[in-house]
Protein backbone atom coordinates (compact mmCIF):
# COMPACT_ATOMS: atom_id res chain seq x y z
CA UNK A 1 0.00 0.00 0.00
CA UNK A 2 0.92 3.72 -0.27
CA UNK A 3 1.86 3.57 -3.53
CA UNK A 4 2.77 7.31 -5.45
CA UNK A 5 3.61 7.66 -9.06
CA UNK A 6 4.70 10.29 -11.29
CA UNK A 7 4.99 10.53 -14.58
CA UNK A 8 7.09 11.00 -16.61
CA UNK A 9 9.60 9.49 -15.37
CA UNK A 10 12.42 11.84 -17.33
CA UNK A 11 11.87 14.53 -19.64
CA UNK A 12 14.19 16.51 -22.12
CA UNK A 13 12.83 20.16 -23.53
CA UNK A 14 13.79 23.62 -25.00
CA UNK A 15 14.28 26.86 -23.15
CA UNK A 16 11.28 28.07 -22.90
CA UNK A 17 8.64 25.78 -23.20
CA UNK A 18 6.74 24.51 -20.41
CA UNK A 19 6.69 20.70 -18.87
CA UNK A 20 4.09 19.28 -17.01
CA UNK A 21 4.61 16.38 -14.40
CA UNK A 22 1.64 14.42 -12.51
CA UNK A 23 1.86 13.03 -9.24
CA UNK A 24 -1.07 9.97 -8.24
CA UNK A 25 -1.60 8.49 -5.28
CA UNK A 26 -2.45 4.67 -6.46
CA UNK A 27 -3.98 3.39 -3.72
CA UNK A 28 -4.88 5.85 -1.08
CA UNK A 29 -6.45 9.32 -1.19
CA UNK A 30 -4.42 12.55 -0.22
CA UNK A 31 -5.89 15.82 0.70
CA UNK A 32 -2.32 16.92 0.75
CA UNK A 33 0.43 16.53 -1.76
CA UNK A 34 4.18 17.80 -1.54
CA UNK A 35 6.12 18.97 -3.91
CA UNK A 36 10.21 19.09 -3.61
CA UNK A 37 13.21 19.71 -5.33
CA UNK A 38 16.78 18.54 -5.37
CA UNK A 39 19.88 19.15 -6.83
CA UNK A 40 22.79 16.76 -7.48
CA UNK A 41 24.44 16.01 -4.30
CA UNK A 42 21.96 18.12 -2.29
CA UNK A 43 18.90 17.18 0.14
CA UNK A 44 15.48 17.26 -0.91
CA UNK A 45 14.10 20.89 -0.69
CA UNK A 46 10.07 21.54 -0.32
CA UNK A 47 9.08 24.28 -3.40
CA UNK A 48 5.47 24.01 -2.58
CA UNK A 49 1.97 22.44 -0.42
CA UNK A 50 -0.74 21.09 -2.69
CA UNK A 51 -4.39 21.06 -1.30
CA UNK A 52 -7.19 19.53 -3.08
CA UNK A 53 -9.52 22.12 -4.19
CA UNK A 54 -7.72 25.03 -3.46
CA UNK A 55 -4.30 26.94 -3.60
CA UNK A 56 -1.35 25.90 -3.14
CA UNK A 57 1.36 26.99 -0.69
CA UNK A 58 4.52 27.96 -1.54
CA UNK A 59 7.81 28.25 0.10
CA UNK A 60 9.65 31.61 0.21
CA UNK A 61 11.81 31.91 -2.89
CA UNK A 62 9.65 29.49 -5.12
CA UNK A 63 7.44 31.98 -7.56
CA UNK A 64 4.18 30.68 -8.07
CA UNK A 65 3.53 31.57 -11.06
CA UNK A 66 6.57 29.54 -12.49
CA UNK A 67 5.89 26.28 -10.89
CA UNK A 68 1.92 25.94 -11.42
CA UNK A 69 0.07 23.74 -9.05
CA UNK A 70 -2.78 21.91 -9.66
CA UNK A 71 -4.81 19.71 -7.36
CA UNK A 72 -7.98 18.16 -8.90
CA UNK A 73 -8.79 15.34 -7.32
CA UNK A 74 -7.84 13.37 -3.98
CA UNK A 75 -5.31 11.32 -5.89
CA UNK A 76 -3.65 13.54 -8.44
CA UNK A 77 -1.67 16.73 -8.46
CA UNK A 78 0.44 18.47 -11.47
CA UNK A 79 3.30 20.89 -11.33
CA UNK A 80 4.22 22.30 -14.56
CA UNK A 81 7.20 24.32 -14.92
CA UNK A 82 6.53 27.32 -17.18
CA UNK A 83 9.28 28.81 -19.81
CA UNK A 84 11.49 26.56 -18.16
CA UNK A 85 15.29 27.80 -18.24
CA UNK A 86 18.47 25.49 -18.12
CA UNK A 87 18.59 26.17 -14.32
CA UNK A 88 15.35 24.88 -13.56
CA UNK A 89 16.95 21.59 -14.65
CA UNK A 90 16.90 19.31 -11.56
CA UNK A 91 14.86 16.41 -9.63
CA UNK A 92 11.35 16.33 -8.83
CA UNK A 93 9.90 14.58 -6.22
CA UNK A 94 6.48 14.68 -5.21
CA UNK A 95 5.25 12.88 -1.77
CA UNK A 96 1.45 12.42 -0.31
CA UNK A 97 0.23 11.99 3.06
CA UNK A 98 -1.90 9.90 4.05
CA UNK A 99 -5.20 10.51 5.89
CA UNK A 100 -5.05 10.45 9.32
CA UNK A 101 -2.78 8.67 12.13
CA UNK A 102 0.46 9.72 12.77
CA UNK A 103 2.31 12.25 9.80
CA UNK A 104 3.75 9.82 7.52
CA UNK A 105 4.83 10.60 3.63
CA UNK A 106 4.87 8.75 0.54
CA UNK A 107 7.37 10.01 -2.35
CA UNK A 108 7.16 9.47 -5.61
CA UNK A 109 9.86 8.14 -7.68
CA UNK A 110 10.81 11.90 -8.79
CA UNK A 111 11.12 12.80 -12.35
CA UNK A 112 14.26 13.97 -13.70
CA UNK A 113 13.80 17.18 -15.38
CA UNK A 114 16.67 18.24 -18.27
CA UNK A 115 16.40 22.01 -19.69
CA UNK A 116 18.61 22.01 -23.30
CA UNK B 1 10.53 21.93 14.80
CA UNK B 2 13.53 20.13 16.32
CA UNK B 3 16.43 20.14 14.31
CA UNK B 4 17.90 17.10 13.31
CA UNK B 5 22.05 16.13 13.16
CA UNK B 6 23.28 13.43 11.99
CA UNK B 7 26.52 11.96 10.48
CA UNK B 8 27.46 13.21 6.90
CA UNK B 9 28.82 9.70 6.02
CA UNK B 10 29.47 6.25 7.03
CA UNK B 11 31.06 2.94 5.72
CA UNK B 12 30.57 -0.23 6.86
CA UNK B 13 31.01 -4.18 5.26
CA UNK B 14 28.53 -6.29 3.99
CA UNK B 15 27.00 -8.86 6.66
CA UNK B 16 27.37 -6.38 9.73
CA UNK B 17 24.90 -4.30 11.72
CA UNK B 18 25.04 -0.78 11.04
CA UNK B 19 23.72 1.89 13.28
CA UNK B 20 22.89 5.54 12.27
CA UNK B 21 22.73 7.82 14.74
CA UNK B 22 20.32 11.36 15.06
CA UNK B 23 20.11 13.93 17.49
CA UNK B 24 17.39 15.64 17.98
CA UNK B 25 17.46 17.72 21.39
CA UNK B 26 14.66 20.08 20.71
CA UNK B 27 11.71 17.45 20.21
CA UNK B 28 8.32 17.91 21.16
CA UNK B 29 5.55 16.29 22.62
CA UNK B 30 3.93 15.61 19.45
CA UNK B 31 6.91 14.96 17.36
CA UNK B 32 7.65 11.68 15.64
CA UNK B 33 10.39 10.27 14.75
CA UNK B 34 11.20 8.67 11.07
CA UNK B 35 13.64 7.35 8.60
CA UNK B 36 13.99 7.61 5.12
CA UNK B 37 16.03 5.81 2.63
CA UNK B 38 16.91 7.44 -0.86
CA UNK B 39 18.74 5.49 -3.94
CA UNK B 40 20.27 8.22 -6.46
CA UNK B 41 17.58 9.06 -9.07
CA UNK B 42 14.44 7.72 -6.77
CA UNK B 43 12.17 9.32 -4.09
CA UNK B 44 12.72 8.62 -0.62
CA UNK B 45 11.59 5.72 0.61
CA UNK B 46 9.59 5.29 4.10
CA UNK B 47 11.71 2.98 6.66
CA UNK B 48 10.15 3.11 10.01
CA UNK B 49 8.46 5.30 12.89
CA UNK B 50 8.51 5.93 16.66
CA UNK B 51 7.83 7.81 19.03
CA UNK B 52 9.57 5.96 22.17
CA UNK B 53 11.36 2.75 23.23
CA UNK B 54 11.63 0.76 20.41
CA UNK B 55 10.06 -0.42 17.10
CA UNK B 56 10.82 -2.98 14.68
CA UNK B 57 9.86 -3.93 11.11
CA UNK B 58 11.01 -6.39 8.50
CA UNK B 59 13.43 -4.00 7.15
CA UNK B 60 15.39 -2.33 10.36
CA UNK B 61 15.15 -1.19 14.08
CA UNK B 62 14.76 1.74 15.43
CA UNK B 63 15.43 2.79 19.16
CA UNK B 64 15.06 5.80 21.07
CA UNK B 65 16.11 6.91 24.67
CA UNK B 66 13.57 7.68 27.33
CA UNK B 67 14.35 11.06 27.21
CA UNK B 68 13.70 11.43 22.92
CA UNK B 69 17.05 13.34 22.36
CA UNK B 70 17.76 11.32 20.45
CA UNK B 71 17.13 7.83 18.00
CA UNK B 72 19.30 5.03 16.81
CA UNK B 73 18.38 3.46 13.63
CA UNK B 74 19.47 -0.20 13.02
CA UNK B 75 19.88 -2.09 9.75
CA UNK B 76 21.01 -5.72 10.30
CA UNK B 77 23.03 -7.07 8.34
CA UNK B 78 23.58 -5.04 5.82
CA UNK B 79 24.39 -5.76 1.88
CA UNK B 80 25.74 -3.79 -1.03
CA UNK B 81 21.71 -2.30 -2.20
CA UNK B 82 21.82 -0.72 1.57
CA UNK B 83 24.18 1.80 -0.15
CA UNK B 84 21.92 4.67 -0.18
CA UNK B 85 21.28 7.83 2.14
CA UNK B 86 19.25 7.97 5.34
CA UNK B 87 17.53 10.37 6.34
CA UNK B 88 16.16 11.48 10.24
CA UNK B 89 13.07 13.38 10.77
CA UNK B 90 11.06 14.63 12.77
CA UNK B 91 7.43 15.07 12.19
CA UNK B 92 4.72 16.49 13.95
CA UNK B 93 1.21 14.71 14.38
CA UNK B 94 -1.15 16.72 12.09
CA UNK B 95 1.57 18.89 11.20
CA UNK B 96 2.46 20.16 7.67
CA UNK B 97 4.92 19.15 5.51
CA UNK B 98 7.01 22.78 6.48
CA UNK B 99 7.40 20.90 9.24
CA UNK B 100 8.99 18.05 7.53
CA UNK B 101 12.30 19.33 6.69
CA UNK B 102 15.03 17.12 4.95
CA UNK B 103 18.89 17.69 6.63
CA UNK B 104 22.03 16.32 4.92
CA UNK B 105 21.24 12.86 5.78
CA UNK B 106 23.78 9.87 6.51
CA UNK B 107 25.45 8.36 3.44
CA UNK B 108 25.96 5.13 3.99
CA UNK B 109 28.44 3.08 1.75
CA UNK B 110 28.59 -0.88 1.79
CA UNK B 111 31.80 -2.56 0.97
CA UNK B 112 31.90 -5.81 0.00
Known amino acids: GAVVSQHPSRVICKSGTSVKIECRSL??????MFWYRQFPKQSLMLMATSNEGSKATYEQGVEKDKFLINHASLTLSTLTVTSAHPEDSSFYIC????????????FGPGTRLLVL | LAKTTQPISMDSYEGQEVNITCSHNNIATNDYITWYQQFPSQGPRFIIQGYKTKVTNEVASLFIPADRKSSTLSLPRVSLSDTAVYYCLVVRRGGSARQLTFGSGTQLTVLP
Open chain 1, 27 to 32: DFQATT
Open chain 1, 95 to 106: SARALGGVETQY
